[in-house]
C-alpha cells in the first residue's frame, strides 16, 4: 500500500457525511443506470425475437426489373446502357420459388426458406365474418423459418400435417369469430366460398397478425387462389440475425428479387427502443452527476481545512503529483466502492423487477417484466460514474497541487 493512498484515507475520514452522500449517489446511480438498460433492452430482446420468429429475418419479394436507357455524347446516341437506381420497377410476386429458393440456400449464412402464398380474404364462422389473410405454407419449411411449433396454444400440428383442409387460426381471430379447435368455418376469396376445419390455434403476442393471419396448406391455397405456380414472398431465416443488412443486399444484387432485412422492416420500432433506452440513461445518470458535484465540494472542502497538512507534506519532500494523487485517490476509493455496490444493487433489483407480474398485449405479448442480462450495462454504467466523479475531483486536487507551504504558512494560499 502506498504512503500516498494511506494519507487518502486519513484524509476520507474528515468528511464522512459528504463522503457518504457521494457514495450514496454513485450506488443509485450506477444500480438504476443497469436496472433502466436491462428492462429497455429486455423488451427490444422480446419484440425483436418475436418478429423473427413469425416474420422471419428477411422477407424476399417482387422481382427487380431496372429500367435502362441510352447515354448520349455530343448529340449521337453511344449504344451504352446504364442501370438506373432510381428507375427500377417492381413485378409483383415470385414466378419461379423453386429456383429461388435454390439460390437463397446457396447463402452461408441462411438456414431456412420457407414458400408463402398470401391473399386477402373473408374469414366467415357461424357467429360473425371478418376480412384477413390466408397464408398458404409448407408446414415442414416453414417451421424451419419461425417459431410456430412454439406459439400453438391450443389443438396440435399434427393435426394440421394430416387434416385435410386443415388450418392454423390466430388467437385474436378465434376469439372474435368464436372458433374453438375442430370447429369448421369459411373462407371467401373473390365470390368463391372453401371450407376449413380449425386445427390448431396460435398466439404470437402480435396483436397484428394475431388478427388477420391465418395459416392453410400450400396445396389448399394454390387451388383458393387458382395460382398453381408461384408465390408472393419467401420468408428466410438466417445463423446470425445481426447480418440481415448485409445478406439482405447481397441477395437483390445477385438474385435481382427485393428483399428486406428485420431491421429495415421494423426500423420505426427498434427507434422508438433505442430512443427510450437513451432517455432512461440520461435520466438516471443525474443521480451520478450530483455524486460528482458531491464530491467535487467535499474534496475542495477538504482542501481548504487540510491546508496545514499540505503544508507539512510539501515541506517533507511531498510533489505537488503527490499532493494531486492524495485527493484523486480520495475520489478513487469513493468510487470504487459506489461501482462495485451500484452494480450488486443493479443485478439484484434487475432480478427482482424480472419476478414482477406485468401483462402485456399489443405489438407483443408478455406476462412479466422483461429483463436482459449484458455484461455491457455494467460496463456503461461505470465508465459513467467513473468519468463525472473523476473530472469531478480534478480541479480540487489540482488546487491542492499547486499550494505552496510558504504561502501556507504566510496565509497568502489560494
Known sequence: MSQNFR?????????????????SCIILGVGLFVVTQATTSGFEDFFVKTILGTNGAIMIQDRLQATMRSLEAGG???????????????????????????????FRNVSGVST???????????????????????????LKVSDLASQIVQGSLNDFRVEQGGALVGRVIADKLQLDTGDTFEIEYKGEIHHF?????????????DSVRVYIKMDDARALYRKPTGASYLQVSLLDKDRAREDAAEMTNSLQYKSDAWQDREKSWLGVFKAFRIATGITVSVFTLIAGLAMFNTLAMIVLEKTKEIAILRSMGYSRQDISRI??????????????LGCALGAIITYAVSQVPLPITGIFTSHKFLVKWYGWHYVEAVICAVAMVMLASLIPSRRAARMEPGDIIRGTAQ
Do not use: C
Open 116 to 142: 408463402v402464398l398470401r391473399g386477402t380474404v373473408t374469414i366467415r364462422s357461424s357467429f360473425r365474418e371478418q376480412s384477413g389473410n390466408a397464408y398458404g405454407i409448407v408446414l415442414e419449411d416453414h
Open 76 to 106: 449521337y446516341n453511344s449504344g451504352t446502357e446504364i442501370r438506373q437506381k432510381e428507375g427500377q420497377k417492381y413485378i409483383e410476386g415470385i414466378e419461379y420459388p423453386a429456383l429461388l429458393t435454390e439460390g437463397v440456400n446457396s
Open 7 to 23: 494519507i487518502a484515507l486519513r484524509f476520507l475520514t474528515a468528511k464522512k457525511r459528504a463522503m457518504m452522500m457521494s457514495l
Open 197 to 209: 376445419r380449425v386445427s390448431a390455434i396460435y398466439q404470437t403476442g402480435v396483436t397484428d397478425i
Open 327 to 340: 485527493f484523486l485517490w480520495q475520489a478513487a476509493i469513493v468510487l470504487a466502492i459506489g461501482t462495485v
